[in-house]
């Protein structure tokens, strides 16, 4: 990477935030006019409050990036240089965009007082495994080489293996997807979600940049940006929820950052907070079926454990945030050696 673009990248993530701050205000004001309000869950009564709190937030993270991410590398795409790189990720990142905002929107409180319940399940992982193919195909195969296409960086021992695009397409897929999910099970209180994923992209654009992946770099710092901004609308007690609309693209788009540095196998340990919040997930619904009905945590996600057991929601916010640097600092430590 070249000496100067460094300070360019940290000056687009500053004024990525500045244009998020300036613009929030009347965004959220639009939201709450067209009353795209969100539901609150009955079981969640600590929360009860919250009904009607404008979501879909997650443009003001998405938009930013995209215009700011692609105004870095004009220059580079038109001439189809290696900026045109960048166009996976943005892809990825507007393409979950969209799929987790017609799940916001179907589950929207409209006017007319209809509760929705989103898209199901099915319908969404199947989106899921559409995008992240697509994106898995051009990765392994793009001639421009991405640094981690089809190669694993195994930590401690500093050694990178190449192997097969049949493994390594299905596992680019699988780490896009989970990743989505997990980060999405992430969003459940004010400013969980934000500060942790801006925790993860700053671990990932520094070892990128270490790595020379200077489009890498500038797409995950950019990004940072873009999360401090919605997080001043979003922290405690927040205007805006980012819904599905922020945490998949957020999500989605860590997982293929992972994959594109080589160093995938650290992604669980940079993201630990939204794998314990899946783990979570997944052992609070296998243990109720096991045990006829009884719970193995008091409320799942892992968050709502600890606002239970009589955590503040700004505790359980701090304290995650606080596992969540402390493991993403670990991260690239690990990924130095």
């Known amino acids: 990477m070249g000496a100067t673009s460094l300070p360019l990248t940290l000056t687009a993530a500053g004024l990525t935030f500045l244009l998020g701050v300036i613009w929030g205000g009347p965004f959220v004001e639009i939201l709450r006019r067209l009353r795209m309000g969100k539901n609150i869950l009955p079981e969640v009564t600590q929360h009860a409050t919250k009904q009607g709190t404008p979501t879909t937030g997650g443009l003001m993270i998405v938009v930013p990036t995209l215009l700011v991410v692609l105004a870095l590398n004009a220059a580079s795409i038109l001439r189809g240089g290696p900026g045109g790189s960048t166009l996976v990720l943005l892809a990825v990142m507007v393409g979950f965009a969209v ?148 945490s998949m693209a957020l999500g989605a788009s860590l997982g293929l950052v992972a994959i594109m540095t080589g160093q995938w196998l650290l992604l669980p340990i940079i993201a630990v907070v939204p794998v314990a919040e899946t783990v979570s997930v997944i052992l609070q619904r296998y243990y109720f079926k096991a045990t006829g009905g009884q719970r193995l945590f008091k409320m799942a996600p892992l968050h709502h454990h600890f606002e239970r057991t009589g955590w503040s929601e700004t505790q359980v916010v701090q304290r995650f945030w606080l596992v969540g640097l402390l493991s993403a600092i670990i991260g690239v430590a690990l990924a130095l050696l």
């Not at 994106?135 to 296409?149: H, I, K, P, R, T």
């Not at 596992?171 to 999405?184: G, P």
């Not at 797409?219 to 979003?234: P, Q, Y």
Request: glycine share 12%.
């Open 99 to 246: 799929l987790g905002w017609l799940d916001d929107f179907s589950g929207i409180r409209l006017s007319r007082g209809q509760m929705g319940q989103g898209l199901s399940e099915r319908v969404k992982l199947i989106g899921q495994i559409v995008l992240s193919g697509a994106a898995a195909v051009v990765v392994s195969l793009y001639d421009g080489g991405f640094a981690g296409a089809n190669t694993v960086t195994v930590p401690l021992l500093g050694i990178t293996l190449n192997i097969s695009p049949l493994v390594f397409i299905p596992v680019t897929m699988f780490a896009i997807v989970a990743t989505a999910n997990a980060v999405n099970f992430t969003d459940g209180l004010d400013g969980l979600c934000g500060i942790i994923s801006a925790s993860a992209f700053a671990a990932y654009g520094i070892i990128a940049y270490l790595q020379g992946q200077l489009f890498v770099t500038q797409f995950c710092f950019v990004l940072v940006g873009a999360c401090f901004a919605f997080l001043w609308f979003n922290a405690y007690p927040a205007h805006l929820f980012m819904g599905d609309t922020g």
